[in-house]
């Protein structure tokens, strides 16, 4: 089955505790983010990949850390998190031949105390 | 990207055509609208898009006006399991490097 995974689906820690929320798809796609989701504030890119080794910044870049070693794992790192990255994060995957279809990961909810 | 508008919240009733509206009167002439979905709390799942011509799938219909100002996506036999917050998108195809651009949304609730 094709699917985006993220690990874990559920995360209470507290600040400064360096933690790595991993995503993993099998669909050979090149292109994977991360978006956030927070109340009133939409989805917003954290960080986006266009293939092994190219990374680059998305809209709210700060604070995060992300890699791309494998063309199926894209993790998100979180070197010192703070209270305002609580929020439900989201992994996503493309085709680069296709534009319009993502696949999006069941969400990892993070509470940052 | 171009900024979309949508009704804030809709209401159909189990069975009938849910008719979701978009506006995206910025819309460029090489960006696509495509809509997604987000079933409380999960990941945001593709439904359809489309550039000119009308679209549909196995999920859903979409309606573009001719100017392409706005468009409408259509289910047309509402489930319980379509409750959702339905997002209209318009972005060039293949510039974006992935990045989806969401929208407030409108939130569809599905009556028995």
């Known amino acids: 089955e094709a699917q985006v995974t993220q690990n874990p689906r559920y995360l209470i820690t507290v600040t400064g505790k360096k933690l790595t929320v991993t995503c993993s798809q099998n669909m050979n796609h090149e292109y994977m983010s991360w978006y956030r989701q927070d109340p009133g504030l939409g989805l917003r890119q954290i960080y986006y990949s266009m293939n092994v080794e190219v990374t680059d910044k998305g809209d709210v870049p700060e604070g995060y850390k992300v890699s791309r070693k494998e063309k199926r794992n894209f993790p998100l790192i979180l070197e010192s998190p703070s209270p305002n990255q609580t929020s439900l994060y989201f992994c996503?995957?493309?085709?680069?031949?296709?534009?319009?279809?993502?696949?999006f990961g069941p969400g990892t909810r993070l509470t940052v105390t | 990207d171009a900024k979309t508008t949508q009704p804030t919240s809709m209401d159909c009733a189990e069975g009938r055509a849910a008719n979701l509206p978009c506006n995206h009167s910025t819309i460029s002439g090489n960006e696509y609208v495509y809509w997604y979905r987000q079933i409380h709390s999960q990941g945001p799942q593709y439904i359809i898009h489309?550039?000119?011509n009308n679209e549909t799938n196995e999920m859903a219909s979409l309606i573009i006006t001719e100017d392409r100002k706005s468009s409408t996506l259509i289910l047309p036999h509402a489930t319980l399991r379509d409750t959702a917050v339905y997002y209209c998108?318009?972005?060039?195809?293949?510039?974006?490097?992935?990045?989806?651009?969401f929208g407030q949304g409108t939130i569809l609730t599905v009556h028995p």
């Open positions: 996503a995957s493309r085709s680069a031949a296709s534009s319009y279809e993502q696949y």
């Open positions: 489309g550039l000119k």
């Open positions: 998108i318009d972005l060039a195809g293949g510039t974006s490097y992935g990045k989806l651009t």
